[in-house]
């Protein structure tokens, strides 16, 4: 393995992460719209009022870290806003989880933020919009140089399904196991400008594609492209959209690491013009299917390779690839042990489906889920005491 890395710059790639989480009746365990009252104490104690956003629907809301510059930061910035979430949701009667779904509640007792953008989304499409009860972690990695983003972006849509299979975190819809890790994926990819972005093979073939979606009315312009990866038009930056939201502080950090190290790692190889094959679009949207049906339990379609091989595999390929950056950077340590624990462990998905098995109870898997997203955080968080029952959650350790 070439672990010589060329034209490395001072530092690491920038980061930064959004998490979208859930609001939950302590009592009901369902979700509940009370994005406003949180969104609003949020803001009397937090100096940048777009670290907390509302969403789509009033059950949801997002935290949107600033630009860090180390895991550590990273790390920092997780803790300080859920924190702050936690706290602001605690002190109106409130609980916050992270997952990809909500276990049991349903889409239709959900209101949509009265907010003109979301209400034009909800006309246009429809049932799709009103069933978009989902939760994402979206990672924003900066360029160094801009102008390589369209080639970095290319180089790093074969790694999506090892994004998605590490972080899924959704096995649960309407109160019955999906048979999918990553359940929110299968919602989000039946809309017309979800999924993974073709091959382009220069800048005039992107700019060709978003001028047709724009021209046929799915666009109003290139912000509004909803791709797994994508470059956004305000930063010089390239953002994953693909993974599920992780209800670990520990899982969120690895799969930031992660993608920043191959990203990087794919920037370089850009600059330094090294070749690489192309992944066919259907093989990489069946990828992402595999990725999404099973995770890291079951086989994926090797996309360098031929035919399929263990998830494991794929995902160790993966931590091979970025680990010159990773090492360079001193992240390797770190990021190589959470990925091995978490291939012990097992992702979200399967961690929910262990606490499930114990009593068949989804009030358990929300239990569960309340307790492990505010673990590592300044808000201590008893279930047991709230609901005056014995918490699955503790049982899990």
């Not at 510059?69 to 910035?77: L, P």
């Not at 799969?255 to 920043?260: K, T, W």
């Not at 989804?362 to 918490?391: H, I, K, Q």
């Amino acid at each position: 393995m070439n672990t010589e890395l060329p034209s490395v710059p001072q530092g690491p790639c920038t980061l930064g992460i959004e998490e979208e989480f859930q609001i939950v009746d302590p009592r009901s365990r369902e979700l509940r719209p009370k994005a406003d009252p949180i969104w609003k104490r949020c803001r009397e104690h937090l100096h940048n009022s777009q670290e907390i956003q509302k969403e789509f629907h009033l059950s949801q809301i997002e935290s949107a870290s600033t630009v860090c510059g180390s895991m550590d930061e990273v790390r920092k910035e997780l803790i300080r806003l859920r924190s702050e979430l936690l706290r602001s949701a605690d002190s109106e009667a409130n609980w916050i989880i992270a997952a990809g779904t909500h276990p049991f509640s349903h889409w239709a007792n959900q209101p949509l933020t009265p907010n003109s953008r979301y209400h034009d989304l909800a006309y246009e499409f429809q049932q799709l919009a009103w069933e978009q009860v989902i939760f994402g972690c979206h990672v924003h990695v900066g360029l160094e140089d801009a102008d390589l983003g369209l080639e970095v972006m290319n180089r790093c849509r074969a790694y999506l399904p090892i994004f998605l299979a590490l972080s899924a975190n959704s096995p649960f819809w309407l109160g019955e196991d999906t048979g999918y890790a990553s359940y929110r994926m299968e919602l989000w990819t039946r809309w017309p400008l979800a999924g993974p972005p073709m091959h382009f093979q220069n800048k005039a073939e992107y700019d060709e594609c978003v001028q047709g979606l724009i021209a046929g009315g799915m666009l109003e312009d290139a912000s509004k492209i909803y791709w797994d990866i994508r470059l956004p038009t305000r930063f010089p930056t390239i953002e994953f959209r693909i993974t599920d939201v992780c209800t670990s502080i520990d899982n969120a950090v690895m799969l930031a690491g992660l993608i920043r190290g191959v990203s990087q790692q794919a920037y370089f190889e850009a600059k330094e013009g090294v070749p690489y094959k192309p992944v066919r679009h259907e093989l990489l949207r069946a990828a992402i299917w595999q990725a999404a049906r099973f995770g890291i339990e079951g086989e994926l379609i090797d996309l360098e390779g031929e035919g399929r091989k263990p998830a494991y595999q794929l995902i160790e390929r993966a931590l091979e690839y970025a680990r010159p950056v990773l090492e360079a950077f001193g992240d390797w340590e770190e990021i190589s042990q959470l990925v091995g624990k978490t291939l012990v462990e097992g992702n979200g998905a399967i961690r929910q489906r262990k606490v499930f098995q114990k009593r068949g109870e989804m009030l358990d898997v929300v239990d569960f889920l309340a307790e492990e997203t505010a673990r590592e955080t300044e808000f201590l968080l008893n279930v047991s005491e709230v609901t005056g029952e014995s918490s699955s959650a503790q049982a899990m350790k």
